[in-house]
Each structure stands twice: as C-alpha cells, then as structure tokens.
C-alpha cells in the first residue's frame, strides 16, 4: 500500500485513508475502485493513487507478483 508521500498537499488525505475509506463504504470491487478514483480525481490528485490497490483480489494479485 502506498504510503504518503512529499507530494501530498496541506489539508488532504494520504492515499491510504482514502482507500480505507472506499474499502469501508463500497461492498462491490469495480464499485469500490471507481469511488476511490473518482475521490483522487475531485481532489486533483489521479496520478498519485493509479497503482494502488483498493480491492482484496488486487491486493492479493500484487503480493504474488501478477499485477501488471
């Protein structure tokens, strides 16, 4: 998981909560993954989270090394 980084603006978010946040409020991965987008995108910050991963299989994807 990323983590925040010099990048992040006074008064915004790090990554991580923003995607806890849509883990929490989206049972549905594709569903859960475009609000976690569409949060970064509002905030002006799309390039920052486009390689982490919001849902389990993802996740579980990335630990195996599959992810491309």
Known sequence: M????????????????????????NPDPTTRREAYELELMEEGRSDEGAEVAVDDEAEREEERGERR
Not at 5 to 17: A, L, Y
């Open 2 to 25: 990323a983590t925040s980084g010099p990048e992040e603006r006074k008064g915004e978010e790090p990554i991580d909560e923003l995607v806890e946040e849509a883990r929490e409020e």
